[in-house]
């Protein structure tokens, strides 16, 4: 059980349009969805926290405007890049907690999606 | 602030032998989880072990194994009897307890040698 699912797996698109990436928990109820941005050779940055039915919690010097986050069920978040530029393309990671935030709640991954705008 | 702290770039390792991935870590916080995640080239994260701050023993999964020294603020995983799927990079990450948001460590990238 616990698993994770993302769509598209890799995604090209031309500058100035807009992308969605979903991200699916298959088999459990996702209260709480997290969105990561990675690049090349480097570590996962935490954009946003979205919990089902509420506002996504945006991480310091992320554009909520640019990254729209939807959590709109307890089975699906979407993200949604607006106006991409080539230095959006990157690693889209997101995962999924069948709780509430608490400390006793792991994450489960989605396989990611690759972004390159061109 | 909480933070993870991964200083080895990237480590080689003979195969069939061990290795040690460090990871130290800084919080005030006396509740805390800290996670080992593998990711392959294709890009997946896979969870392989889990250590709780309140945790009498050190965690074990297989041929994963936690070395916790909670005074050092340490949590080094050891890999024994390294196997060529081996070969990733490894991400150590703290819990918050209040968000359960996971803050992530630079990544170590090892290379099981033949």
């Known amino acids: 059980g616990a698993v994770v699912s993302q769509h598209p797996s890799r995604v090209i698109c031309k500058s100035g349009t807009s992308v969605k990436i979903e991200c699916r928990s298959l088999?459990?109820?996702?209260?709480?969805m997290f969105w990561y941005r990675q690049f090349p050779k480097q570590s996962l940055m935490l954009m946003a926290t979205?919990?089902?039915?509420?506002?996504?919690?945006?991480e310091q010097g992320v554009e909520k405007d640019k990254f729209l986050i939807n959590h709109a069920s307890l089975t699906l978040s979407t993200l949604t890049v607006t106006s991409a530029h080539p230095e959006d393309s990157s690693f889209y990671i997101c995962?999924?907690?069948?709780?509430?935030?608490?400390?006793?709640?792991?994450?489960?991954f989605g396989p990611g999606t690759r972004l390159t705008v061109t | 602030a909480q933070k993870i702290t991964q200083t080895q770039p990237g480590m080689f390792v003979q195969e069939k032998e061990a290795v040690t991935l460090d990871c130290t870590y800084d919080t005030s916080d006396p509740s805390y989880g800290l996670f080992w995640y593998k990711q392959p080239s294709s890009g997946e994260m896979i969870f392989l072990i889990y250590?709780?701050?309140?945790?009498?023993q050190n965690a074990t999964e297989g041929r994963y194994s936690l070395n916790f020294q909670k005074a050092r603020k340490s949590a080094n995983l050891v890999i024994s009897a390294s196997q060529l799927g081996d070969s990733a990079m490894y991400f150590c990450a703290m819990r918050d307890r209040n968000t359960g948001k996971l803050i992530f460590g630079q990544g170590t990238t090892l290379q099981v040698k033949p």
């Open positions: 088999d459990f109820q996702a209260t709480t």
């Open positions: 995962s999924a907690s069948k709780g509430y935030p608490r400390s006793d709640y792991e994450q489960y």
């Open positions: 250590q709780g701050s309140y945790d009498q």
């Open positions: 979205s919990n089902e039915g509420s506002k996504a919690t945006y």
